[in-house]
Structures are given as C-alpha cells and as structure tokens.
C-alpha cells in the first residue's frame, strides 16, 4: 500500500504542475488520497476475490471459506465411504500437462481406482484408463466431476469424492454408478494473477483432452458431467468439440448427435456469460446436451467481480446471473435450466459451500441424473447438427 500511495503522490504532483497549480500540502495530501483510493479498492476486491479462497484459516479460526465442520462419525480423506457396488476412478492428464497429441495422451493418462481392503478402508490402486472405455454402456451412468483452478494432486480425490458423497446423500442416482474425477494441471504457480491467466488459457488444450477422451468411450453411454468454476470451461469446451465447433487451432471430429445421452451441470461457471449463445466460444456446447442444469450466485466474489479481470468489463461471469439472452438458442433453451444459489452460498467461492446448499443442489442433482426417457425423445428429435 506505501507503494500504491507514494505512486500517487508523485502522479498528484506532475498533475498540479501541469496545470501550474499551487496548493497547500494538506490539499496535495488529499489529492493524493484521491488518486491512491482506486488502486486500493481494485487491490482489496483481488484480494478478496481470490487469495482469500487460496489461504487456509489459522487453526481454530473460522473461515468464509473454510469446508463445513464434518459431522461425528464422518471418515476422514483416507477413509471415505462408498458403496461398493459403484466403481470410483480418477484420470489425470497432469502426466501429460497441455500436449494434445493422441499418443502422447494414450500412454501418458494416469488412472486409479477406489479398492476395499481387507478391513474396509477404502484405497485407491493403479488401474488403465482403458477400463472405462468397455462395455458399461447399458443403462448404468457415467458421472464426471471436472475441478476448477487452484488443485493440486490429491486435493483433486478429495474434492472428486465430496461431489460423489454429495450425489449418494440426494440418493441420486437410483442404483450403482461409475464415478470419474477428471483431473486437469491446476496446481498453483507463482503469481495469482498470472496463476489465473495462466490456468484460463490451460482449459482449452484441457477441453481437447477431455473431448478426446470421452470420444473413446462406448455408444450410447449416459454421461452426466459436472463442471466446478474453471473445470465448468473444460467441461463446455469439450463438449463444443465433440459438437464440431474450434477452440482456435483445437478440432476434432465431430460425433454424431444421437452417439451419447449428455447432460451437465455446471456450478459457479467461471467464464463469460454469453459464450454458449451463438458466436460465443463454446456456441455448439449445447447442440449435443439434453439437458443443461446452472448455478447462479451473485453474491460469490470469484462470480460477482469476474468482470474485472476478464478485459470486458460489462461481460459477466455465466455463474453470476446466468445466460443473458436465453431466447436467441431458440428451442434449445428449454434444455437449460437456472438454479439460484445466493442465499444458501451467500460470500463464498468454495465448492464445499455449494455443495451444502442441499435444496438447490438437489434438485440440480435429479435434472442431471433422474431418468426422464420424454425429455430424452424430445432432446434428440430436436437436436441441431
């Protein structure tokens, strides 16, 4: 801050000499307050925005964004419950990092999977990525939880298994599931700023990978992803590739419309709200979804100063207040559904907060995962190639 203002100082001073100005120092003093308060605002409403998330509360304090206390009983992140008969995996591209070479991703894809050993304690082991991509093509889902900005290795299990204990309490979905935590380079790195510049220009080589990936998997497998602040980018994205759509220099062959059953949920969506209209970035993400289920939260600070740092100051974040003008999809609008958050999530930019506003959340869960075969014939009779 002394540096903000002695900035300012000397920046009141050229101004009053251009000007040939004299003043007394108590009005140069003011002056000079006046040019220093901007900067100091735009510094706190940064820090208030994104390293305040970032920094883990001292112990005993308490946090906005600090996770729920865990109820007496719960496990701990080396001990979470599942059902056995769902199979949990997590594949990482972090081996990889943003190269989108098909052999490079074939042999650099790590993959795990949740074990129960001999005294119930629930493990994860190595297995091949390949495994998810036989057979499973029935009737049991796929869901994928892709994590946002600022995660690093084990941090995304821990996250991944939060969202699935999250769908297991809402009892969505009836019966056994798979269960994928998609794993993208999002450990921090020096710098937030740059943290966050750096990480919005990772996704889109992330979305290549996540299409190239799910390109792999079985006809007429029901996906149902799940999109959390930057991992909402990665999540869009991928599905503009598999429409048919670019992301710059990025293409892959498109997918026919009726080859997956999709939807997808994206909380806190972390980038500008008009990118799933046509034109936008990702306009042909919605072409190959039959539903699309949002959080809105304008009270989030990541969501409600988006703005800011996006170099197009009057586009807002998608998760803030939702598509702008839903009208111009057409019928496809009536496949996206908006779900308010503001008064559960109040001031937090947390995932566990989001997860814990349960009537929302649960029914944001049954859109993505309650079968619905109407809403099924109707999406694919309507769907725009």
């Given amino acids: 801050m002394c540096y903000v203002y002695s900035t300012a100082f000397r920046v009141s001073a050229i101004y009053l000499r251009s000007r040939g100005l004299t003043v007394s120092w108590w009005t140069h003093l003011a002056l000079s307050c006046m040019f220093a308060l901007p900067a100091i605002l ?11 998330p970032a920094v883990a509360p001292a112990s005993g304090a308490e946090s906005l964004f600090a996770p729920p206390p865990m109820a007496a009983g719960t496990k701990g992140a080396g001990e979470e419950s599942t059902d056995s008969s769902d199979a949990i995996y997590l594949v990482s591209t972090r081996g990889v990092g943003t190269s989108c070479n098909t052999g490079r991703l074939e042999q650099g894809l790590i993959a795990k999977r949740i074990t129960m050993g001999r005294v119930g304690r629930a493990t994860w ?73 750096v990480k919005a220009a990772y996704t889109q080589p ?50 026919p419309p009726d080859h997956f059953r999709i939807r997808a949920a994206l909380v806190a969506a972390a980038y500008d709200w008009d990118w799933l209209l046509p034109h936008g970035l990702y306009h042909r993400a919605p072409h190959r979804l039959e539903r699309m289920v949002l959080t809105t939260n304008e009270q989030d600070p990541a969501m409600r100063y988006y703005h800011l740092g ?13 598509l702008p003008q839903p009208g111009s999809l057409g019928d496809i609008a009536k496949r996206i559904k908006h779900y308010k958050v503001s008064n559960q999530v109040g001031h937090r930019h947390a995932l566990t907060s989001y997860l814990a506003a349960r009537q929302p959340m649960s029914r944001l869960w049954k859109e993505l995962l309650a079968a619905d075969t109407k809403l099924v014939s109707v999406a694919r009779a309507t769907t725009t190639n």
């Avoid at 170099?311 to 207040?321: D, I, N, Q, S, T």
């Fill in 42 to 52: 735009c510094t706190s409403l940064l820090i208030a925005t994104f390293v305040a």
């Fill in 125 to 197: 082991r190595p297995t091949d990525w390949r495994a998810l991509t036989t057979g499973g093509s029935g009737q049991r889902p796929l869901v994928v939880y892709v994590h946002g900005n600022r995660v690093g290795p084990g941090e995304d299990m821990t996250e991944g298994l939060r969202v699935y204990r999250a769908l297991k309490r809402q009892g969505q979905p009836r019966g056994p599931i798979r269960f994928v935590i998609w794993s993208w380079p999002s450990t921090p790195i020096p710098g937030l700023l740059r943290d966050f510049r």
């Fill in 310 to 322: 996006n170099g197009r100051l009057r586009v807002h974040a998608l998760g803030r207040g939702g």
């Fill in 206 to 255: 992330a979305a290549w990978q996540f299409a190239w990936w799910l390109r792999q998997l079985p006809e007429n497998t029901r996906l149902a992803l799940v999109g959390y602040s930057y991992g909402a980018r990665v999540v869009s994205g991928a599905l503009h590739l598999l429409g048919g759509g670019r992301l710059h220099h990025l293409q892959l062959e498109a997918v």
